[in-house]
């Protein structure tokens, strides 16, 4: 529990939005949830009740004025469409509490696309969260005027539910791990739609690969960064795409002799 943030309410509880509940009651908070299917979700919120490990109160509301009255903490996990996101905040900033964080679990529109439909535009906050009970982490965005003290309170609400925050530093499609899988999709998407491989053994690599145990940045620090940047730079000829050229940053480890685990340093230090 962190102490600012007694009351989280959630608008739209379908798959997200219900694991994101389900992990809230683990703790202490009170729990208020609206969603435009009344039906499913009084039966949601009955299912949760019932639950042994629920601790604290969970209510379910027939309108987002209400659902959103007391929370110091409102989550929007609606469908993923720009019009409505921007129609649900424009009634929760009308009424939410002057200080209440106003955060969305979108997963591809940045918070500063919502901005305008509110006055508070200091609360707003992107926490994304990934399959919660599988991959428990969140990437946690601000808008162009979020203030840091929204920042942090919504970050320690996000570890204080058991969750690891994934900070992401200035606006990125994408976020932190959702570019990152992107990436892997685009390529072994073009695998097997080339006719390279077949998707089972494209599987089958990927589960060995990930016994291994190595992060991409180790990996690559094993690799040597010279041999990463010349694979990259090689993509980046073929297609002549900006979005395909390495990074400058990367170019420069390699020119300070920083190659990795062969050097003794690279991304991680091993002196
Ligand atoms: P979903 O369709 O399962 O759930 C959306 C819920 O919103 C439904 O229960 C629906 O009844 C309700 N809803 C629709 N219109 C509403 C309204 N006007 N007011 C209140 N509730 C309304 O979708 P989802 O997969 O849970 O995705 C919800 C959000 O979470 C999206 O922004 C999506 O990008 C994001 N997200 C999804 C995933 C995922 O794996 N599915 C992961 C991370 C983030």
């Keep these: 529990m962190i102490e600012d943030i007694k009351v989280v309410s959630i608008i739209g509880v379908g798959y997200l939005g219900k694991q994101i509940a389900e992990k809230t009651s683990l703790k202490n908070y009170t729990l208020r949830l609206y969603d435009i299917n009344a039906e499913e979700l ?17 209510t379910s509301h027939n309108s987002i004025e209400d659902v959103v009255k007391n929370a ?3 989550i929007e996990a609606a469908p993923e469409k720009l019009e409505l996101k921007q129609e649900l905040f424009k009634i929760i900033g009308k009424a939410a509490k002057p200080n209440a964080i106003i955060a969305t679990n979108s997963s591809s529109i940045p918070v500063s696309k919502l901005e305008d439909a509110v ?3 200091d609360k707003l906050l992107n926490i994304h969260f990934y399959n919660l009970f599988t991959m428990p982490m969140a990437d946690i965005m601000r808008g162009t005027k979020t203030s840091d003290d929204t920042f942090e309170r919504g970050k320690k609400w996000v570890e204080s539910i ?5 900070i992401v530093k200035k606006e990125c499609y994408g976020f932190v791990f959702n570019r990152v899988w992107r990436a892997i999709k685009k390529e072994v998407l073009k695998i097997w739609a080339g006719g390279y491989a077949d998707f089972e053994d494209v599987d089958k690599a990927w589960k060995i690969f990930i016994q291994a145990g190595a992060a991409p940045f180790e990996l690559m620090d094993q690799i040597g960064l010279d041999v990463i940047y010349d694979i990259e730079m090689s993509y980046y000829k073929k297609s002549g795409w900006d979005d395909d050229k390495p990074p400058q940053a990367l170019k420069d480890l390699v020119d300070a002799g920083n190659l990795g685990k062969k050097t003794g340093k690279g991304f991680y230090n091993y002196e």
């Excluded at 009084?42 to 969970?58: I, P, R, Y």
């Excluded at 058991?162 to 994934?166: A, E, F, G, M």
């Design 42 to 58: 009084a039966k949601f919120s009955e299912d949760l009740h019932k639950k042994k490990n629920t601790k604290g109160e969970v």
């Design 162 to 166: 058991d969750i690891t925050p994934l």
């Design 72 to 74: 110091d903490l409102i």
């Design 119 to 121: 006055d508070q535009k």
